[in-house]
């Protein structure tokens, strides 16, 4: 959560269009507010407050912001309400450094305190402002600018990486002590970041940043020490060839429609790539044999460890224990021990209650593997051995193709567990193809009389629960709208109460549970609800539910995959319906590293 982005040049030059194209690059990070610094010499200018990147840098003119340093920062509140005083970037007391951060200190307004009670001037609630004065304690009492960040590292607590400047210099500084840092080195220019969507524009050559290193930026080099002891570390660029076309909406209205019409193709890279990927075997000896198997992820990457423990059970008679991450930590990690494996799944690879999860169960010996979409992330680096998700940038807060990715690795692992032939996968890319050129127009004929509530059900069984819980989340996360996600035969048991006249429930039936499902169907249609089954066609889903969302034919399997498409598209349809913008639900953060 947060992004930040810094760049060096020779001389002052025009850095506010740069600064507006790195922050719209990072808004999946935050965007609660955005602010810009440039550094010229002995002056900082300093615009910020709360809104999207586009409005505040129309409203602040960033554009014609010059400098020889520039800092920008995208905000997900913790520290502060969103308001244009907790905005960072931030300067110290008597303005001569600014910094921003992204991450969390953690012991934040114990640190306010003591600065308040040492005539520092603190002027927010925000842990950035911290980061600064930490800073700014040790430059008052003598100390060189690093050793200050080094004395600045020990007293804040937390998981974050800030990037700090200071007038009459020609340098950044950046530090990383837990949150995602990258150095990108240009031919006249560095810059630093949360993530590469802002470096890779600007230059393919890069560093990652390990925990406890300060960098040094230079116009033309970086710096790397270490916070130990500041001792000189070495490190090689490493030249990104990714293409950027993935950060561009490619002709679709929003990245979230864009990335759902890449589910498809993404699949296919995947399942061409398991094929060839010798951790497979690695991974499948150690979760055969285990004691006990643990699938462990947070929202949508836990739904998919839901899917992939019902997979894993049918098709390989292995059973595994899904768990959300957090309650990893009190519920199975004191009993763990070296014989039991654990599966830890995540797009980002920075959950942060992931990787605490990934520590305690390490703590007690136990063998970790990942899943996980960025490659390069904390938990690809934490664990024996990470499976990529190879769906390139994911940028939509709502994770689409990263969830359908996560369910095909699990359906592949589950198969190749059980010596099943991988080849009878391969019908997964078209199959989905299909799915979306089926369900667009039968979303959209019901997504209007859906969208009149503000209150639904979407219900499942087997791996569609995992699927009707996936569902939920989405039509929560974008709609705002409450919808609760539900095993399908729970629903008798309490909250068919909320059942009214027209009272919309969505019903995923997988092929094998199609009399279960009717039951449950019949259960609410007699009430007055309005039952909306996704299936494939059958007649005893014609004939009772008040509406079918027809599938094409597949494997039971296979065919709780495609019933989460349509949910995706109809959280899409509402939400634009509604007038939010899909891509930044209100509150949320791509990236959550904090606990
Ligand atoms: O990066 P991760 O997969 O670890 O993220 C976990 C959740 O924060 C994430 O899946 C979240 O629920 C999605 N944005 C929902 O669409």
């Known amino acids: 959560m947060c992004g930040i982005f810094g760049i060096v040049t020779k001389d002052e030059q025009p850095l506010g269009p740069i600064l507006i194209d790195a922050a719209r690059r990072l808004t999946y990070r935050g965007y609660d507010s955005v602010g810009a610094a440039t550094i010229s010499g002995s002056k900082i200018d300093l615009r ?20 020889q340093r520039g800092i920008t920062q995208l905000r997900w509140a913790t520290f502060g309400e969103p308001s244009q005083v907790n905005s960072q970037p931030h300067l110290d007391s008597d303005g001569d450094l600014v910094g921003a951060h992204n991450g969390n200190v953690v012991n934040n307004v114990e640190l306010r305190q003591q600065f308040m009670a040492e005539g520092l001037t603190v002027r927010s609630q925000n842990d950035g402002e911290s980061c600064v004065h930490a800073v700014e304690r040790y430059i008052n009492k003598g100390y060189d600018f690093i050793d200050a960040i080094r004395l600045a590292y020990g007293d804040l607590q937390g998981d974050y990486a800030f990037v700090i400047g200071r007038i009459n210099d020609d340098k950044l500084y950046a530090i990383k002590k837990g949150s995602g840092l990258v150095v990108g080195i240009g031919g006249s220019f560095t810059c630093v970041s949360s993530d590469l969507p802002s470096i890779l524009p600007l230059t393919r050559e890069i560093m990652r940043i390990q925990d406890g290193e300060i960098i040094t930026l230079w116009p033309d080099r970086v710096e790397l020490r270490s916070v130990k002891d500041g001792s000189l570390i070495s490190r090689n660029t490493e030249t990104v060839t990714e293409t950027m076309d993935a950060v561009q909406k490619g002709g679709y209205p929003h990245f979230m429609l864009k990335e759902i019409h890449e589910q498809p193709q993404v699949a296919r890279e995947l399942l061409h790539l398991l094929e060839s990927n010798p951790d497979v075997q690695t991974m499948l000896e150690k979760m055969r044999t285990a004691r006990q198997l643990y699938f462990v992820g947070c929202g949508t990457s836990y739904h998919a460890c839901l899917a992939g423990a019902v997979f894993f059970a049918k098709i390989a008679g292995r059973a595994a224990i899904p768990v959300l991450a957090p309650q990893f930590v009190p519920q199975y990690a004191p009993a763990v021990n070296y014989e039991d494996v654990g599966l830890f799944v995540s797009q980002s690879g920075e959950t942060k209650d992931v990787l605490n999860a990934l520590q305690s169960g390490e703590e007690k010996g136990i ?32 994770a689409t193709k990263t969830f359908t990715n996560q369910v095909v690795a699990f359906l592949y692992l589950a198969y ?31 997504a209007p009389a859906v969208n009149k509530w503000n209150d639904l059900y979407c219900l499942g069984y087997g791996a569609t629960y995992a699927m009707a819980l996936e569902g939920a989340l989405k039509l929560k996360e974008i709609t705002y709208a409450h919808c609760e ?103 949320l953060s791509k990236t959550l590293t904090v606990d």
Request: net charge negative; charged share 20%.
């Open 48 to 67: 910020k407050d709360t809104g999207r990147v586009d409005d505040v840098a129309a409203r602040y003119n960033f554009a014609e912001m010059t400098g």
């Open 367 to 398: 063998t970790s593997f990942g899943l996980a979409n960025v490659i390069g992330s904390t938990l690809t680096k934490a664990t024996s051995c990470t499976l990529p998700l190879c769906c390139g940038y994911e940028i939509s807060v709502p």
């Open 416 to 446: 190749r567990l059980a010596g099943r032939d991988t080849a009878e996968l391969a019908v997964i890319p078209d199959l989905m193809e299909k799915t979306l050129e089926m369900v667009t127009p039968q979303v959209a004929a019901i």
């Open 485 to 587: 996600g539900m095993l399908s035969t729970e629903f008798k048991h309490g909250p068919l109460s909320a059942v009214t006249k027209g009272f919309p429930i969505l019903f995923a039936a997988g092929p094998l549970d199609v009399s279960l499902i009717v039951s449950g169907i019949n259960e609410v249609t007699c009430r007055g609800a309005r039952a909306i089954a996704i299936g494939e066609e059958d007649a005893r889903l014609r004939a009772n539910a008040s509406d079918l969302i027809a599938l094409p034919k597949s494997t039971p399997e296979i065919a709780s995959l495609l019933a989460v498409l349509p949910l995706q598209l109809l959280s899409y349809q509402m939400s634009v319906m509604r007038g939010f913008d899909p891509d930044f639900p209100r509150n």
